[in-house]
């Protein structure tokens, strides 16, 4: 599962204390060699220089290689197994799988490099949901559960109500979960996720593009599990969704750019489910030359007329009112609207 299971690798180096995600740099030409064989960035050609909450936001592989090898194997699989994959997660539902590892004394210098960006591994959904739950709530880690209450059929009352489980506390720091948080919404505002951004609101999440495997053991060309997990608020988070689509045909084979998209549909859907509340406080998005940009409406209240209109360079003015200085102003100052839209101000 490339790219979603990098969120563990960048947690637990955080947590031993082996990077600077602000001001440690990385130079991706663009692969890595390991052992004799190289290892690609999706990126041909590579990043170049970027801080490694850049190679978050890039999800670049070559990154990540490095962070596993300060790792080292059983840091990086004592994180694995802290986080619930390699076993059962315990939900209720019948079939649940263990996914696949690599038994640590076979773990090589390869295996290490691959694990640490997701490729060679194979894991449930649901576990990915249960770890990445963990890592951005405070590294609190719980049992998952479909449902919720037994009632009966014709009176409705409740006979048997289920309840959150925790199961440990303390898999990683406090201080850890808010830095990947804060780099997981920077992926979003910044990055490959950027597909996912909902104006208003505040997303985190990492994008994942996973090579299938057929039946022969060998990777399948051009046929990928394209994936996205996300969560809100990212500061405060509520929500975890985890979308995956299989082999899709005819569209450019990236996470960030089939699953992120779905992702912030149905993120914008539980928006008004669950009455969440708009957050300005959020990471500004980085927009492509082909995205409609949004911009914040500045106060211009108690402005002259003329100092307004300059401080509102970009948007469409108009004014009602015959004085010179500016009483009111719709939309409100702090707004997010598209770029170039109308602005009215009210004239004392």
Not at 114 to 142: E, L
Request: glycine share 12%; hydrophobic share 35%.
């Amino acid at each position: 599962m490339v790219g979603t299971f990098k969120i563990l690798t960048l947690a637990a180096a955080i947590n031993e204390g082996l990077v600077n995600i602000f001001e440690e740099h990385y130079y991706d030409s663009g692969k890595i060699n390991v052992s004799g064989t190289t290892l690609h960035c999706w990126k041909a050609g590579g990043h170049g220089e970027q801080t490694f909450l850049q190679v978050v936001e890039n999800s670049c592989n070559p990154g990540f290689v490095v962070l596993g090898n300060r790792l080292g194997k059983e840091k990086l699989f004592h994180y694995i197994d802290e986080l619930g994959f390699g076993r059962k997660t315990g939900i209720d539902l019948n079939g649940e799988s263990k996914g696949i590892l690599f038994d640590l004394d076979k773990v090589g210098p390869l295996e290490l490099a691959t694990t640490a960006f997701g490729q060679g591994v194979s894991v449930t959904a649901i576990q990915q949901v249960s770890s990445v739950s963990t890592i951005i709530n405070d590294g609190k880690m719980y049992t998952p559960y479909i449902v919720k209450s037994i009632s009966e059929k014709d009176t409705g009352v409740v006979l048997e109500e289920f309840k959150p489980v925790l199961k440990k506390e303390n898999v990683i720091s406090k201080e850890t979960s808010s830095l990947v948080r804060y780099a997981l919404e920077s992926v979003v505002a910044n990055g490959s996720g950027h597909n996912a951004y909902i104006e208003g609101y505040r997303v985190g999440g990492k994008t994942g593009t996973a090579q299938k495997v057929g039946s022969d053991g060998r990777y399948m060309v051009g046929n990928y599990v394209l994936s996205f997990i996300g969560f809100m608020p990212a500061d405060d988070p509520q929500l975890v969704i985890y979308i995956a689509i299989d082999g899709a045909k005819g569209v450019t084979q990236y996470g960030g750019t089939v699953s992120a998209p779905i992702a912030a549909e149905v993120l914008k859907s539980a928006i008004n489910l669950y009455n969440i509340k708009g957050d300005s406080e959020g990471l500004p998005k980085e927009y492509l030359w082909y995205e409609t940009k949004y911009v914040t409406v500045p106060d211009v209240v108690n402005m002259t007329k003329k100092e307004a209109i300059k401080n509102l360079n970009g948007f469409q003015v108009e004014y009602s009112g015959v004085g010179d200085n500016v009483v009111e102003i719709s939309p409100k100052a702090g707004t997010r609207v598209k770029e170039g839209s109308i602005v009215k101000l009210l004239l004392n």
